[in-house]
């Protein structure tokens, strides 16, 4: 029961967080900033949000520091929107994956290629 509650918890702040994002953080310095995945604890104190950012002409670490600068707003508007008792702090950290996705397959084309 609990981990259906989670799982529609993470899906609802994936949407909304996305939406904030593009609202309030996203322009052409930061690129695209894209939520990847949601993790919230299963008593609802923290959720961890991971973003990839692609296409910037700033830093991931630059553009974490924005989104962390709106985290307060970010955090009320979640508030007003989910309709539970108990809202997770929101902590936004940076996607590697797909990075090291790309890495590989640069690696994989210069192996092909020799």
Same mark, same amino acid.
């Given at each position: ?40 604890? &299963?008593? *609802?104190?923290e959720s961890r /949000? ?7 002409? @700033?830093?991931? $670490?630059?553009? +974490? ?5 709106? &985290?307060? *707003?970010l955090q009320n508007? /979640? ?7 108990? @809202?997770?702090? $929101?902590?936004? +950290? ?11 397959e640069k690696i ?7």
């Open positions: 029961m609990a981990s259906t509650r989670i799982a529609k918890v993470n899906a609802f702040l994936k949407t909304e967080v996305s939406q904030l994002l593009e609202k309030f953080v996203q322009n052409e310095k930061t690129g695209l900033l894209t939520v990847i995945r949601v993790d919230t604890a &299963s008593d *609802l104190s /949000i991971w973003i990839s950012v692609m296409g910037g002409q @700033v830093s991931e $670490l630059t553009c +974490l520091k924005k989104i962390k600068q709106k &985290s307060n *707003l508007s /979640i508030r007003q929107k989910m309709s539970a008792h108990r @809202v997770p702090r $929101l902590k936004f +950290l940076i996607d590697k994956n797909a990075e090291y996705v790309e890495n590989i994989l084309r210069e192996i092909h290629n020799n």
